[in-house]
């Protein structure tokens, strides 16, 4: 299920005021042969310790008050632990009937989550979901360690692999699967099968935590951010990513380390089927980037074209109901039961 491949694809002539122009002269044909970087030798090895660190952890999560009942479903607070002691804050999705089927770990975009918003209604019906704030982000992980802000967010402890947030906000999905199949253990029997979604930094994050969480079945990652940095740090943009791009102008040594968070080459090692909503026009994930985690994938990934990413228009809402429906449909073919 690939969405209008046809090579000769082009971004739309979309209206706006950015200094640059968001698709970068690169039509379709060209964004699918865009390659992943290699990575430093010590990739696997680096996010299989990671991971490592994470399993260990007691997630001891705790579940809080009713907020709504809705769309079939109950939400309630949630809070976990996560790597370091800490404790995190979100939202636990509970079907309002009957027994879960289908479970899912839902990351959110560099906006922080203050509530469920349109990730209800889940994909399928019958799911349970985990609706995470990674550390720092407003909603329900604030922490005075961590800054919120988006353009502060990607860069703190970026000196350092090691203390990089965005290796921790990994961890902070992997623990929140852990304390998912910990509040709704049936989603482990006889063996763990759920799926994760993710938009923007979510789908980032996504593509980096996915190889070597086997807990995952399948995911599905939207206009996800973090692929071929080294391509990206070439790129205007806004947000988030322009922020990395001025820090490397002004320490182009940052290179080495964001060698190990990228997205599109950690995709090289999913062995595991994967929906990838990429972006022909985006002013704040690059859509080279975007695809270069989709071309990277190490077994056939499936692709939806998105006109645009991050960016309003006059389609937007029908492009979004295309993708859900593309989404429930993936996801009803790869967590079914054989």
């Known amino acids: 299920m690939t969405a209008s491949t046809d ?10 005021d950015f200094p640059f122009d968001p698709s970068y002269g690169r039509g ?35 579940v809080g008050q009713l907020v ?10 949630v809070s976990y632990v996560s790597v370091g002691g800490v404790r995190l804050g979100g939202w636990l999705v509970l079907p309002a009937e009957g027994e879960a089927e289908h479970g899912f770990v839902i990351g959110h975009g560099y ?14 019906p019958r799911s349970a979901a985990i609706l995470p ?6 909603g329900r992980s604030l922490m005075p360690s961590v800054p919120c802000v988006s353009a502060e967010h990607v ?62 079945a399948t995911g599905q990652l939207t206009v996800p951010t973090f692929g071929n940095h080294p391509l990206r740090l070439t790129l205007d943009c806004v947000g988030s990513g322009a922020a990395v791009r001025r820090h490397h102008a002004d320490h182009p040594e940052v290179v080495d380390v964001l060698g190990y968070f990228d997205a599109a080459t950690a995709a090289g090692r999913l062995h595991k089927p994967v929906l990838v909503a990429a972006a022909l026009f985006d002013p704040s994930v690059p859509p080279p980037g975007q695809f ?19 960016f309003e228009y006059e389609g937007t809402q029908a492009e979004q109901a295309e993708l859900d429906a593309v989404t429930a449909e993936f996801f009803g073919r790869m967590l079914s039961a054989p």
């Open 7 to 16: 090579g000769a694809r082009s971004a739309r002539a979309f209206a706006h």
């Open 28 to 62: 379709l044909g060209e964004l699918l042969r865009i390659p992943a970087p290699e990575g430093p030798a010590d990739f696997d090895a680096f996010w299989q310790g990671r991971y490592e660190e994470a399993r260990a952890v007691a997630p001891q999560p705790e």
């Open 68 to 77: 709504e009942e809705r769309d079939g479903v109950r939400i309630h607070e």
């Open 111 to 124: 906006g922080g989550r203050d509530q469920v918003g349109p990730d209800v209604p889940l994909p399928l």
């Open 133 to 138: 704030c990674v550390r720092g982000m407003a």
């Open 155 to 216: 860069l703190h402890g970026i000196a350092s692999r090691e203390a990089y947030v965005i290796g921790e906000c990994v961890a902070d999905l992997w623990c929140a699967a852990s304390a998912l199949l910990e509040l709704v253990p049936v989603l482990g029997e006889p063996e763990p099968r759920i799926g994760y979604r993710g938009v923007s930094l979510g789908g980032g994050l996504g593509a980096l935590a996915l190889p070597w969480d086997d807990r995952f």
């Open 292 to 310: 270069a985690v989709y071309n990277a994938l190490a077994e056939a990934g499936e692709l939806q074209v998105l006109e645009a990413g991050h």
